[in-house]
């Protein structure tokens, strides 16, 4: 068994399918959410930021309109569609979803809760974590 950390923190096996990986986090999510969005202060978000790898917040923190984004990379274009297309069933799972624009090579999500005025919400945090697991697991294994 081969276990391989992500940029968020934590380990995930390889010798389980992706689909696998997915509904155990999706899972967790469930598991730890009331189903109520709740905001999350600056500080929570500053924190996640110094952990993560390359998610930014756009808009200014002053305001209440701000979202979480980051661009992934991929060898092609069809590795981009894939990733956009299991970023989408994960957000279905949800019923939280992400903006996604696709280009030939790189994929950028930004998220933020329609129901919090456009805020980022626990949910959004725990998204992008969801995401970072979801490409280091098709990069990895180059689906």
């Given at each position: 068994m081969k276990n391989v950390s992500y940029a968020s923190g934590g380990l995930i096996s390889t010798n389980i399918s992706t689909g696998d990986i997915i509904k155990q986090n999706l899972l967790r999510v469930y598991d730890n959410s009331t189903n109520k969005y709740q905001a999350v202060e600056n500080d929570t978000i500053g924190d996640y930021l110094t952990k993560s790898d390359g998610w930014l917040v756009l808009g200014d923190r002053s305001e209440e309109s701000q979202s979480l984004s980051k661009v992934f990379y991929f060898e092609s274009f069809p590795v981009s569609i894939k990733f956009s297309y299991l970023v989408s069933e994960i957000a279905q799972m949800l019923n939280h979803y992400p903006i996604i624009?696709?280009?030939?090579d790189k994929v950028t999500i930004e998220l933020h809760t329609w129901a919090l005025n456009n805020s980022?919400?626990?949910f959004d945090l725990r998204s992008a974590i969801l995401t970072d697991q979801l490409y280091d697991f098709v990069v990895k294994d180059d689906l």
């Open positions: 624009h696709i280009d030939w980022i919400s626990d």
